[in-house]
């Protein structure tokens, strides 16, 4: 079946940049999306369409799209920006479907 | 406001049934398609089930496929999941859906979670 790729975890200190990768064969014809989890809480979209913010996110998150890979850009990270972070994309299959990536825990050090 | 809340999670047995509730509010709900997704704890996301505006298209990830039934009201505005013969793998947060928009496969709002623990 279809799957999505993330790294387990980022690591960066506040102020720097994140980068969030998403790998899937069908990214250059499927859009993608990222979801932002912090504990106990349930999934915020703050990319969708590979590159568009919803209103109320805050400028510091954009999204890129290159062939089979998605990626998240967090600039100048903040500490209330650690949380887990997960891309979806339709899936690639004849029938209706949703594929999520495994996750990438961001830790701002 | 859109709001979305579950209920209905709990502790199962084994072998055993559940059903799941999420009253939504704040749209016009048969428009819209609905999700259920879940989360194993300590786990990433798994997308469970759909079932579009009028509930007559359905459609299951294959590790629910024929145990789970996913169904609607469109006179209460309330989404079920009938979880049966239920596994441990079952044990999750279930989160119901929406996609902003209809047709689109993606999902906002999300509801804050019901916790299904299957456990003898």
């Known amino acids: 079946s279809y799957e999505l790729t993330q790294p387990p975890s980022v690591s960066v200190s506040p102020g720097q940049t994140a980068r969030i990768t998403c790998s899937g064969d069908?990214?250059?014809?499927?859009?993608a999306y990222w979801y932002q989890q912090k504990p106990g809480q349930a999934p915020v979209v703050i990319i969708y369409k590979d590159t568009e913010r919803p209103s109320g996110i805050p400028e510091r998150f954009s999204g890129s799209s290159s062939g089979t890979t998605v990626t998240l850009t967090i600039s100048g990270v903040q500490a209330e920006d650690e949380a887990d972070y997960y891309c979806q994309s339709p899936d690639s299959g004849d029938t209706y479907g949703v594929v999520f990536g495994g996750g990438t825990k961001l830790t701002v050090l | 406001e859109v709001q979305l809340v579950e209920s209905g999670g709990g502790l199962v047995q084994p072998g055993g049934s559940l059903r799941l509730s999420c009253a939504a509010s704040g749209f016009i709900f048969s428009s819209y398609e609905m999700n259920w997704v879940r989360q194993a704890p300590g786990k990433g996301l798994e997308w469970v089930s759909y079932i579009s505006g009028s509930g007559d298209t359905i459609y299951y990830a294959d590790p629910v496929k024929g145990r789970f039934t996913v169904s609607r009201d469109n006179a209460k505005n309330s989404l079920y999941l009938q979880m049966n013969s239920v596994r441990a793998e079952d044990t999750a947060v279930y989160y119901c859906?929406?996609?902003?928009?209809?047709?689109?496969?993606?999902?906002?709002?999300w509801g804050q979670g019901t916790l299904v623990n299957v456990s003898s």
């Open positions: 859906a929406r996609p902003p928009m209809t047709r689109e496969i993606w999902f906002d709002p």
């Open positions: 069908a990214l250059p014809t499927q859009y």
